[in-house]
Each structure stands twice: as C-alpha cells, then as structure tokens.
C-alpha cells in the first residue's frame, strides 16, 4: 500500500482513474474511504475518535485503506488539497507524525513511511480510534520540504511557558554537566529513529504476509492435479503397512495373504463391438504405465488383502499425478438396453472392511465389488481397475459388463489386470451410470 500511494504522489497524484486500476492490480484487500464529520474537529480532539465510511466513488475518497479483517484498518491521505477546508488538516495531524500540532492549511504529501493504524471505536458504528500514528514527509506548496515543525499529539495539551533563565542559570555554569546530558540524550534520538524503522518493517512485513496468505488462498481455490482422497488415508489404517511404488512383480513382497507367482494364466479376450472412439484408447494408453504388474494364482478370501492390493495400486496411480477415488460398481439395472453399462457410486471406509456407497452401509462380503475410479483434467473418461485376487463368480452379472465377456466364459479368480477398462458417463439413462467403452483386460485362472 506504501509504495501504490508513494508512487502515484510521485506521479503528482491527481489522475484518480490511474489511482483506481492501480488499486484493481493490487492483490491486497484495498478500499477508498471517506472522512465523517470533519466539521466536529472539536469533537474529534476531545474524544479522540475518527470518522470512516467506505465509498465507491473515487473523487471524494481522502483516505486509501487496508482492511485489517473486520476489526482495524491501516489509512493513508490521499491528497492534502482534500484537506484544506476549515480544520481538517488537524485531523490529519492527529492521526500522523510529521506535520506538527499547528499544521498549514496548504501543504503536500511527498512520501509515506508508515500508515496510520485504527481500531473500531465499540458500539459506534463508523468511529475509530487511533492505535499507531503514522509517518508522513510533507512539503510546501513549492515542493521545499517543512521543516522544524514540533512533533504531533493524539490531544495537544496546554503547556506553561517555562522560565528559560532559571533552567539555563546552573547549566551555564556546568559546561561538562550539559556536554553529558546531550551526550545521554543522543543515543535516545537514535533509539527513536530505530522504533520507527522497527514499525516500518513490521507494517511491511504484515503486508507481505497478508500477499502470501492470497497466494495461499488463490492455490487453494485451484483444482488439484492429484490429491490423496481421504480413502487412501483409510485404507492406510486398514492395511497397517506402509505401500512401496512396485513397477515389477519381482519387486513385489509375499504379503496379505496373496502369493505372487509368474504362473502362466489365461488371458480373457473381450467382445467388443461398434467403434471405439480415438480418444479412449489414448487415455488408456496414458494410464497404462501407472498399472502395477503383480499375478495372483489363487483366490485370496480377505477382504482386508484385497484393500491392500487396490491400496498399492492407488500410491502408484498417485505417483503418476492420476485423481484417483474409491468406488463401488454393480450392473445398472432398470431398462433392457442397459447390458453394457455400470453403475458407480463414491465409496468410504467405515471399518476394518466395511464401507459406506450411495447411503448403504456394505459388509465385507461386497468389498470386492471396490473399484479405483481413475481420471485427469485433460478428458471426461474415467479408468476403471479392481486388483488381482477377486473371486467373480458372485457377482457374475457386475464383472460380466466390467470385462465384457459371457457370465458363463468367468472363471472364478482374476490372476492379473492387464489393462483398465475406460468408461464415458451416460446422464441420460441416470444419475452415477457409465458406459464400458473399452473392457478391462485380465488373466484368470
């Protein structure tokens, strides 16, 4: 803000069009505001409150203010020619340094050093209080800087005329005396100067975190390439082992109940009809590398292996930067044309192996009907994968559709899943329902 309104005064500070878009490419929270009841200067001394009300019009705003939240402001003048009518320039005093008790009607601002700091006056809507004066360097009107002038009081107190002779009589006649007394009295000059550089680089720095915490706030409001979903955090509690990035089965450890082995097996080739559209086999090509490559050639009953397994799919799917949810699929039903469709809803963990999927809280049974939903920015499919070790012959009618082979080919157990399956959303026939364009791909035994 300090250095938005320096360098307009630099650039004579009259055109309030440059002083507006100067203001809209400001990534602070910065609003002009406008004096109340600067004909009660009387007033403003004696209860030493200020009055401030936003405006949206920029020819009568005096003051540019930073919003502290709801509670303070920091306010700086914006042009002393506002201030020339009857006391107002007092009031300016009042809140800043640098212009003496007995300001000149007519005056420049040439710089701002620090932004005077108000607090809302309570139970006195509009009425502020002064927290912190601020700093302002000011000229004549010919540019020659003010000088000498005695510093500014929150409320000028009237001081007796001291008897200068009888204060001057006995350090006359101590000439080392007065040469130690300044010699004291430097140092707290010095200190002085030291506090307002102090408040100035903490104003600035109060600035600077204000800018990052909009930074922050902006990166938040933009939508993540690839977050970890809650669920992933669940299936952590439920698997109790770390997950290691496995790219080869021969990197794969004999854990969960699941034996991996490099058995032969017997690659299901899907029925497909139609054509397939460019645009899923290039997102299945793309999500291809991310796919662990692990076989297994039994059926593994466990519900909490399988969640295993899909849970070090997940950590590899979120290395290659793929959203990626936890859901659950069954064949959509309700009208004779929906044979190559699915149906899938959002899936939670609630328990060792239950989950929680449209309402309905599923035991453990179901959870091998848990499915990675796998999708990016670039495109509207979606990649399907389950994780070797499903047992299908229960839910024949579900996987049938998935794999896009005859219930009566499935054998029981998927060995390997070569492939995802890439499916479009169909809001036509439903709310949550997807088409199987391109099948997954599995060995079974």
């Given at each position: 803000m300090l250095?938005?309104?320096?360098?307009?005064?630099?650039?004579?500070?009259?055109?309030?069009?440059?002083?507006?878009?100067?203001?809209?490419?400001?990534?602070?929270?910065?609003?002009?505001?406008?004096s109340v009841g600067l004909d009660t200067t009387l007033t403003i001394v004696t209860n030493r409150t200020f009055g401030f009300a936003p405006t949206t019009d920029s020819n009568p705003a005096e003051w540019l203010c930073y919003v502290w939240g709801d509670r303070e402001i920091l306010a700086l003048p914006l042009d002393a020619r506002l201030f020339e009518a009857g006391n107002a320039m007092v009031v300016v005093a009042l809140l800043f340094e640098g212009l003496g008790n007995e300001p000149p009607a007519k005056l420049s601002f040439r710089r701002a050093d620090r932004a005077c700091r108000l607090t809302p006056v309570p139970g006195a809507?509009?009425?502020?209080?002064?927290?912190?004066?601020?700093?302002?360097?000011?000229?004549?009107?010919?540019?020659?800087?003010?000088?000498?002038?005695?510093?500014?009081?929150?409320?000028?107190?009237?001081?007796?005329?001291?008897?200068?002779?009888?204060?001057?009589?006995?350090?006359?006649?101590?000439?080392?005396?007065?040469?130690?007394?300044?010699?004291?009295?430097?140092?707290?000059?010095?200190?002085?100067?030291?506090?307002?550089?102090?408040?100035?680089?903490?104003?600035?720095?109060?600035?600077?975190?204000?800018?990052?915490?909009?930074?922050?706030?902006?990166?938040?409001?933009?939508p993540?390439?690839?977050?970890?979903?809650?669920?992933?955090?669940?299936?952590?509690?439920?698997?109790?082992?770390?997950?290691?990035?496995?790219?080869?089965?021969?990197?794969?450890?004999?854990?969960?109940?699941?034996?991996?082995?490099r058995e032969l097996t017997r690659q299901v080739e899907p029925e497909l009809s139609g054509t397939i559209p460019a645009g899923a086999t290039d997102f299945r090509d793309r999500l291809q590398p991310s796919l662990i490559n692990?076989?297994?050639?039994?059926?593994?009953?466990?519900?909490?292996?399988?969640?295993?397994?899909?849970?070090?799919?997940?950590?590899?799917?979120?290395?290659?930067?793929?959203?990626?949810?936890?859901?659950?699929?069954?064949?959509?039903?309700?009208?004779?044309?929906?044979?190559?469709?699915?149906?899938?809803?959002?899936?939670?963990?609630?328990?060792?192996?239950?989950?929680?999927?449209?309402?309905?809280?599923?035991?453990?049974?179901?959870?091998?009907?848990?499915?990675l939903r796998v999708r990016d920015s670039r495109s509207d499919w979606i990649g399907l994968l389950v994780a070797p070790g499903v047992p299908i012959d229960k839910y024949k009618d579900s996987f049938s559709r998935l794999i896009r082979s005859r219930p009566s080919d499935v054998p029981a157990v998927i060995s390997a899943v070569k492939s995802p399956a890439i499916l479009q959303p169909e809001p036509t026939h439903g709310n949550g329902i997807w088409r199987v364009v391109l099948p997954l791909q599995v060995e079974l035994v």
């Open positions: 250095n938005l309104v320096n360098s307009w005064w630099g650039q004579g500070g009259k055109d309030r069009k440059e002083l507006s878009q100067r203001i809209q490419r400001s990534d602070l929270s910065l609003q002009l505001y406008r809507r509009g009425r502020y209080s002064l927290k912190e004066p601020g700093l302002l360097e000011v000229t004549d009107r010919s540019g020659q800087p003010l000088k000498d002038l005695p510093p500014s009081s929150p409320v000028p107190t009237p001081v007796a005329t001291p008897d200068i002779e009888k204060i001057l009589a006995p350090l006359r006649a101590l000439p080392q005396r007065w040469e130690s007394l300044v010699s004291q009295l430097q140092p707290l000059a010095t200190e002085r100067n030291r506090v307002q550089e102090l408040a100035a680089t903490i104003n600035n720095v109060l600035i600077a975190v204000e800018q990052m915490r909009q930074e922050v706030h902006d990166l938040a409001s933009r993540a390439v690839a977050p970890r979903p809650p669920e992933s955090a669940q299936l952590d509690e439920v698997s109790h082992i770390a997950a290691p990035v496995l790219k080869d089965e021969s990197e794969v450890p004999k854990r969960a109940g699941a034996d991996y082995s692990l076989r297994i050639h039994r059926v593994d009953p466990m519900p909490r292996n399988y969640l295993v397994r899909l849970k070090d799919q997940w950590d590899l799917l979120l290395r290659g930067n793929w959203e990626t949810d936890l859901v659950h699929f069954q064949a959509a039903t309700g009208n004779r044309d929906m044979d190559g469709f699915l149906h899938l809803a959002e899936a939670k963990i609630e328990g060792p192996a239950r989950f929680r999927a449209s309402g309905v809280l599923f035991e453990e049974a179901f959870t091998i009907q848990l499915a």
